[in-house]
């Protein structure tokens, strides 16, 4: 591998460099043509028609018809202020075509960064290319971008790795900037949940002026959300799982008054109701907990931990945990543009946002039998005289664990764009950076712990010390595991760790557009362009975690960087116009070359057809091969630690057995155990190919009226994916595979102590469906003007291989759930769809938002004996045995109504509005943050003030 210090650029980077440059001197040195959009006429000759061209998101050539191969969804600035949500990323949550598991803020456990994150087609936001006004936007968060430098955002829904390269695997989201403001404007907003909670506010302040020769535009905005808690909403105080198909109240093993691993024989030993199982249960280990409010001094302090079933000992933990984080982000913006002559024009633009968000979980889960402390049989406070290797206890008493991101996003882009004759041409610089602190409190130091509650004993005043007479460990105290522990004792062993990351883009970017010679249908259009990208990064965890020191999984430093030098070029040629049945036949093609550091080169082409057969509609088509290379992150992003939910295939009767025959019969699997997750330098890229047919209709016989039908399908071959924690066990503990038993790291007693589930190139994604679009425009009617707009989706299919050579790990994910906390990639909803209707009349206006999404499965598989599915729920047979339970989440509808009052005198405009007017609780199993409304009803004002 080409790392940061590995080699210089390829012999092609001087060549495409200098070729770029050649060009762009050879523009800048010529005179100057006319304006853009204009043809040069001679004098006293009468000025022709001239059509606007506009550059749409999938292309860039500029084109004088707006509908092209590619399949675009626009939202306009008015949507985005009629909407009560204070974040980008909580409206295109809401998209039909979005699916999967996105990052929200919602997401106390992934989204706890502030962070969201757009997953077009359910294929990942990885694969989802953001865009701000057409430059790559490298912080990946579209929360970070102010909402009030937003005039539209344009969501191409087609594979476009040829025109923007990688990670357009899905399609593109392109955030185009305000360009029009001339005056100051400001707004306040306020909302709160029904209940009186999820306080969100937010200010905004945007000014700009037009001059003769340019524009100028700014803005500050504020954003503030306060914290809800899981026990703040019935369906989420109760932790649950699935048993049979049925949901079950399912806490963790890990609690309050410790679970001990005894051998038998000592614990029997010392009080004979501590043999715990059935007669002649031969497991040489039982599993114990403190007796409620005892001291743990003696063995009669103990009972038999209870795993399951009724008034089992398993942990709630929902009290301790948010279902929402806290969010504080402001940020300011600026954009302009200067005429250097009449066709040359200088352009800006640039943000830069912090975002501090805290994520509070459960109380430290500390697993003993995970880090290798031991419980000394020598130790004073130890009541069975034998070392304990193997216990958890939940540390509530210290508080929860809880980290804070401290996030720092910039980024800025100038550069010069023209015409020359009949060619547009554009360049620009890019550089942009993300640095993030990371505070963790709530970890346990392993070193100072071992010492505490290693050998010790009772000196000659009777003072409690660490060590052997005269081998005394200076500065520790004992600490009493097996008794109550106090906050201030827990402290003294909690230091606070801090991770820091730091991340940085440079981008040059050139194109040249414009029709290069006419056919007998017209001019062929092209598009040519030149782009060099630079990126960086490093992940340096804090010393205690990256050497192991702390109860948390530990987390890698990570450093590196690559470059890549890319040409493409676009074509569009026109075959026939004006015929029978072929009013206008276009052929439009594409191929870029990219050759990066880390890996080497690459080409991919994209073809397009444009069929109108007459002029109410529109055919399209479109293949196109799809390219995406192992980002800065997926490369050197850092491994950091997780705890997937899992089911341990050699838990309970299955320990001791088969391939599981190194792990002690009587073995009670950690249903969270520890995992890595994170970046691998020796990652491929992915490569797969899209396609899309459909079309447009738009009668002459009634305009108002536009449908459009596209048909989409993609497939990634060498996927870029962490093959998932259950998968990994499966593989090795059913399946028998070596390879994947490396993976898995056990302890003495059995114990998962870490699973690595690290990125590699081994899966594979096949997925197609059905966009439809309805929108329909009354226009002026005495009751007013109403618009009315329908976009959805439907999802044929979904197949997610994990290991591409193994078919078992081949899930069909089309209508079905599973978290990514339990290694799935989310909700995929066979049918999603959002209908607005707007309504105004002088100055007042109205809309009304529905979104569906259809119901989804949740599969719950039981290998127990006699295992069965509760009710009607449908039923499966494995070949592992047992049988797969289906439960079923219903569809969900939800409703916002808003309204608006302009006040003339003042140019202000006052808002009211009602998210999730039904107030539609989330399912009580499946909390899926990425898809449904997790608040509530929401109820919101805004008004805001224009002064020229």
């Known amino acids: 591998m080409r790392g940061e210090e590995s080699v210089p650029m390829s012999a092609t980077t001087p060549r495409l460099g200098l070729l770029a440059a ?5 523009i800048s040195g010529m005179p100057a043509a006319a304006q853009a959009q204009q043809q040069e006429v001679s004098p006293g000759a009468e000025q022709p028609t001239q059509l606007e061209t506009v550059a749409v998101t999938g292309s860039r050539i500029r084109r004088v018809d707006a509908e092209t191969a590619n399949p675009v969804f626009t939202m306009d600035r008015q949507t985005i202020e009629k909407s009560g949500y204070m974040t ?11 699916a999967g598991a996105g990052m929200t803020t919602a997401d106390n456990s992934y989204g706890g960064t502030g962070a969201s994150t757009v997953s077009l087609r359910g294929l990942g936001s990885e694969r989802t290319l953001i865009l701000l006004n057409g430059v790559r936007y490298y912080a990946g968060d579209v929360n970070a971008l102010p909402a009030n430098m937003i005039q539209r955002i344009e969501v191409l829904k087609d594979g476009a790795s040829v025109v923007y390269g990688s990670d357009a695997i899905a399609g593109v989201v392109n955030v185009i900037t305000r360009q029009d403001v001339d005056g100051v404007e400001v707004s306040a907003y306020y909302g709160a949940s029904d209940k009186g909670d999820a306080q969100t506010q937010s200010y905004q302040l945007t000014f700009g002026k037009t001059f003769d020769r340019g524009t100028f535009v700014g803005g500050l905005n504020y954003g503030k959300q306060k914290a809800m808690w899981r026990t703040d909403r019935d369906w989420s105080e109760v932790s649950q799982s699935l048993s049979y198909g049925k949901p079950v109240f399912a806490g963790s093993s890990t609690i309050p008054n410790g679970r001990f691993a005894v051998p038998r024989a000592a614990a029997a030993a010392l009080d004979p109701s501590l043999d715990c199982g059935n007669a002649g249960n031969t497991a040489s280990t039982v599993y114990l907990t403190r007796r409620d409010g005892a001291a743990g001094a003696s063995a009669a302090d103990f009972r038999c931990y209870i795993a399951s079933g009724e008034g089992n000992d398993t942990y709630e933990y929902a009290g301790e945990t948010q279902l929402s984080t806290p969010q504080d982000r402001y940020s300011l913006f600026l954009n302009g543009s200067y005429d250097l002559s009449p066709s040359v024009t200088f352009f800006a633009d640039g943000f830069y946002t912090h975002t501090r968000s805290d994520s509070t979980l459960a109380s430290d889960p500390l697993l003993a039998g995970n880090y290798g402390v031991v419980a000394s049989g020598a130790g004073i406070y130890n009541p069975f005289g034998t070392d304990i290797s193997n216990f958890s206890i939940r540390l509530v008493d210290l508080g929860p664990r809880v980290r804070t991101y401290d996030r720092d996003d910039v980024q800025v882009t100038t550069g010069l764009r023209g015409r020359l004759g009949r060619f547009d041409w554009d360049t620009a610089f890019t550089y942009a950076k993300q640095q993030q602190r990371i505070t963790k409190t709530g970890s346990i130091y392993l070193p100072a712990l071992q010492n505490a509650i290693g050998t010790s004993f009772l000196d000659a005043d009777g003072v409690a010390r660490c060590g052997a007479p005269g081998a005394a460990i200076a500065n520790c105290t004992p600490l009493n595991v097996f008794g109550p522990l106090t906050r201030e004792q827990l402290q003294a062993f909690s230091p606070t760790l801090i991770n820091l990351y730091d991340g940085e883009q440079t981008d040059f970017l050139a194109n040249i557009t414009g029709d290069l010679f006419d056919l007998p249908a017209g001019p062929v259009g092209a598009a040519f362009g030149y782009e060099y990208r630079r990126q960086k990064s490093d992940f340096q965890p804090d010393y205690l975690l990256a050497n192991k020191m702390v109860d948390a999984t530990p987390e890698a430093p990570s450093r590196g960087s690559y470059d890549v030098n890319e040409v493409y070029a676009e074509f569009s040629a026109p075959l026939l116009a004006d015929k029978p049945f072929a009013q206008a036949l276009n052929l439009t093609a594409g191929v870029r070359y990219s050759d990066y550091s880390s890996f080497g080169d690459t080409t991919n082409s994209k073809l397009g057809l444009e069929w109108r057969p007459y002029a109410d509609l529109l055919v399209r088509a479109s293949y196109a091969d799809i390219f995406r290379a192992p980002t800065i992150d997926d490369l050197y992003g850092g491994q950091t630690g997780d705890t997937p939910t899992v089911n341990d295939p050699c838990s309970g009767a299955a320990a001791g057995v088969g391939a599981c025959s190194g792990v002690p019969a009587g073995f009670i699997g950690e249903k969270q155990p520890p995992a890595t997750n994170g970046s691998n330098p020796s990652l491929q890229p992915e490569t797969g190919r899209a396609t899309n047919v459909g079309f447009v209709y738009n009668p002459s016989f009634y305009t108002p009226l536009t449908v459009s039908l596209d048909f989409w399908q993609y497939r990634i071959e060498d996927a870029i994916v962490a093959p998932g924690a259950q998968t990994i066990l499966d593989l090795c503990y059913r399946a028998g595979l070596p390879s994947y038993c490396s993976l898995v790291t056990r302890g003495a007693q059995g114990n998962i102590v870490n699973i690595d ?10 997925t197609r469906g059905v966009d439809l679009g309805l929108h329909w425009t009354l226009g002026q009617t005495r009751f007013g003007h109403f ?13 997610y291989t994990a290991v591409s050579d193994q078919p078992g790990t081949r899930v069909g994910y089309a209508g079905k759930w599973k978290g990514s906390d339990s290694g799935g990639l989310g909700n995929f909803a066979r049918n999603r769809a959002r209908t607005t209707l707007n309504w105004s009349q002088g100055d007042f206006s109205a809309a009304l938002v529905h979104r569906y999404v259809s119901h989804v ?32 989440v219903p569809a969900y509808n939800y409703v916002d109504l808003s309204g608006a009052w302009h006040y003339a005198p003042w140019n202000a405009t006052f808002s009211l509005g009602v998210n999730n007017l039904f107030d539609k609780e989330m399912d009580s199993f499946a909390v899926d943050y990425s898809t449904y409304d997790v608040i509530g009803r929401f109820v919101y004002a805004r008004m805001s003030f224009a002064f020229e």
């Open 22 to 26: 050649a060009c762009m001197l050879a």
């Open 88 to 98: 980008v990323g909580e409206l295109l949550q809401q998209l039909p075509n979005i």
């Open 757 to 766: 589930n690290t990125l590699a190139n081994v899966g594979a994604i096949e």
């Open 787 to 799: 618009q009315l707009s329908f976009d959805g989706t439907y999802l044929d299919s979904y197949d």
């Open 857 to 888: 499965y949740v599969d719950n598989l039981d290998t127990a004996s006699g295992a069965h599915c509760d009710g009607s729920r449908s039923v499966v047979d494995t070949p592992q045995g047992g049988v797969v339970c289906k439960y079923k």
